[in-house]
T-cell receptor, first 115, second 111 residues
Framework: GAVVSQHPSRVICKSGTSVKIECRSLDFQATTMFWYRQFPKQSLMLMATSNEGSKATYEQGVEKDKFLINHASLTLSTLTVTSAHPEDSSFYIC???????????FGSGTRLTVV | RKEVEQDPGPFNVPEGATVAFNCTYSNSASQSFFWYRQDCRKEPKLLMSVYSSGNEDGRFTAQLNRASQYISLLIRDSKLSDSATYLCVVKGGGSNYKLTFGKGTLLTVNP
C-alpha cells in the first residue's frame, strides 16, 4: 500500500535553532501534503496544506514565517520549524493525498522537543 | 460548538465487552466521515470509512446520521489489542479536502 516516510522520528533541539522534518511518499505521487501538530491529549490540528509546486496555505493562527513548508516535488515535502521555542515542542505529522489513491496516508510523525 | 466533538472518555472495559463511541460534527456540508485509531505516540491509522447506509467490518460497525450530524462506532467482543484512542474524522465538502479530527476517545480493554 501507499507509504509516507517521515524523518526524523524524534528530535531534540536547543531553543533558537531550526529543525527540518521531511516527508517522502515512497510509491505514489503526493499531490497534496497536509501538516498537522498534536499536543498531548489534544486532537491533530491542521497547520497548513501544500500542493506540489505551489505555496502552502496556512491555517489561521499558524505563522508562515516560522513554519516553512516546501513541496517542490511530488514525492517530497518538508516542514522547517525556525527559531524553535519550547512551546513548539509537539508531535508533528504529515499526511499525503493523491489524485489516484483513495484516502490519506500519514507519516509516522516527528516528536520535537525544544530545550 | 467544536467542529468535531467526541465522547471525552476514557473508556475502560473488560475483554469481550461491547463499546460504543459517539461523535457529532458541526458542518452540515461535510461529505466524508471516518474513524481512525491512534496508538500512543504513533500516527493515526484508518479504521473504517463511514457510509450513510451504515457499514460493518468484522467486529466494527459504523453509523452515520446526516440529519443529526452524528456518527457512531460500535466495537463488539472487544480485544486487548483494541486498546487505543479512537478519532472521529470529518472531511469537508466540495473542493475542501481538509480532514478535521475530533479530540479522540481513549479505550482501554482490560483482561
Amino acid at each position: 500500500g501507499a507509504v509516507v516516510s517521515q524523518h526524523p522520528s524524534r528530535v531534540i533541539c536547543k531553543s533558537g535553532t531550526s529543525v527540518k522534518i521531511e516527508c517522502r511518499s515512497l510509491d505514489f505521487q503526493a499531490t497534496t501534503m497536509f501538516w498537522y501538530r498534536q499536543f498531548p491529549k489534544q486532537s491533530l490540528m491542521l497547520m497548513a496544506t501544500s500542493n506540489e509546486g505551489s505555496k502552502a496555505t496556512y491555517e489561521q493562527g499558524v505563522e508562515k514565517d516560522k513554519f516553512l513548508i516546501n513541496h517542490a516535488s511530488l514525492t517530497l515535502s518538508t516542514l522547517t520549524v525556525t527559531s524553535a521555542h519550547p512551546e513548539d515542542s509537539s508531535f508533528y505529522i504529515c499526511s499525503a493525498s493523491s489524485r489516484v489513491l483513495y484516502g490519506y496516508t500519514f507519516g509516522s510523525g516527528t516528536r520535537l522537543t525544544v530545550v | 460548538r467544536k467542529e468535531v466533538e467526541q465522547d471525552p472518555g476514557p473508556f475502560n472495559v473488560p475483554e469481550g465487552a461491547t463499546v460504543a463511541f459517539n461523535c457529532t460534527y458541526s458542518n452540515s456540508a461535510s461529505q466524508s466521515f471516518f474513524w481512525y485509531r491512534q496508538d500512543c505516540r504513533k500516527e493515526p491509522k484508518l479504521l473504517m470509512s463511514v457510509y450513510s447506509s451504515g457499514n460493518e467490518d468484522g467486529r466494527f460497525t459504523a453509523q452515520l446520521n446526516r440529519a443529526s450530524q452524528y456518527i457512531s462506532l460500535l466495537i463488539r467482543d472487544s480485544k486487548l489489542s483494541d486498546s487505543a484512542t479512537y478519532l472521529c474524522v470529518v472531511k469537508g465538502g466540495g473542493s475542501n479536502y481538509k480532514l478535521t479530527f475530533g479530540k479522540g476517545t481513549l479505550l482501554t480493554v482490560n483482561p
